[in-house]
């Protein structure tokens, strides 16, 4: 089992926007359509923000969106804010009842 | 409102056993897969062990895979994880996660965590 890979970090000026990928195999992020992506306040709780490749949940904001080309997938914060910044992990579900991570990317808004 | 209380992390020795405990509430437990992923300090997020609804369906991260058995009691809303062999590798915040389906999909909710440290 591998771990999905994310850059260690990316950073962005407050209203602009910034990308974070998410690359796997034909296997996982390729094969399902079961990306989902996390934001994680260090010491609280991870809140989703995508899930099946695409969706937002009810109460994320819109300036969150996700896609996916092949095997890789990406998360897009526009008009950032300071309160996004984090730690950002992709997740898929990789078959036989598996799950991989990516090993995060920490966002820091300037 | 959903909530996910973990328990029974502590301090243990290495190839000693514990076992977590995650109390759910505010949702149909029956309904929902369950999950537990873990958080070494200073690192990323690992996915460890899955639960269907029905305990037919499990999974385990091969390096737990043999050590670590996944549970769950409908009755009282209860997830277990059963940790045996423990070695420092092991040491980490582990978070109780309800997916979304009654099936492995998707994880909707995390729990704040229970830590768990290996250490003579």
């Known amino acids: 089992q591998s771990v999905l890979t994310q850059p260690a970090s990316v950073s962005g000026s407050p209203r602009q926007s910034i990308t974070i990928s998410c690359t796997g195999t034909?296997?996982?992020?390729?094969?399902?359509?079961?990306v989902s992506w996390f934001q994680h306040h260090p010491g609280k709780a991870p809140k989703l923000v995508i899930y099946?490749?695409?969706k937002r949940p009810s109460g994320i904001s819109d300036r969150f969106s996700g896609s996916k080309s092949g095997n890789t997938a990406s998360l897009t914060i526009s008009g950032l804010q300071a309160e996004d910044e984090a730690d950002y992990y992709c997740?898929?579900?990789?078959?036989?009842?598996?799950?991989?991570f990516g090993g995060g990317t920490r966002l820091t808004v300037l | 409102e959903v909530q996910l209380v973990e328990s029974g992390g502590g301090l243990v020795q290495p190839g000693r056993s514990l076992r977590l405990s995650c109390a759910a509430s505010?949702?149909?437990?029956?309904?929902?897969?369950m999950h537990w992923v873990r958080q070494a300090p200073g690192k990323g997020l690992e996915w460890v062990s899955s639960?269907?609804?029905?305990?037919?369906?499990?999974g385990y991260a091969d390096s737990v895979k043999g050590r670590f058995t996944i549970s769950r009691d409908n009755a009282q809303n209860l997830l277990f994880l059963h940790m045996n062999g423990l070695t420092t590798e092991d040491t980490a915040l582990y978070f109780c996660?309800?997916?979304?389906?009654?099936?492995?999909?998707?994880?909707?909710?995390w729990g704040l965590g229970t830590l768990v440290t290996v250490s003579s």
């Open positions: 996660v309800k997916d979304a389906t009654a099936g492995l999909n998707w994880f909707d909710f």
């Open positions: 505010g949702f149909k437990f029956d309904d929902s897969a």
């Open positions: 639960i269907s609804w029905n305990s037919f369906n499990t």
């Open positions: 034909s296997s996982d992020v390729g094969y399902f359509k079961l």
């Open positions: 099946e490749d695409i």
């Open positions: 997740c898929s579900y990789a078959g036989a009842n598996t799950f991989l």
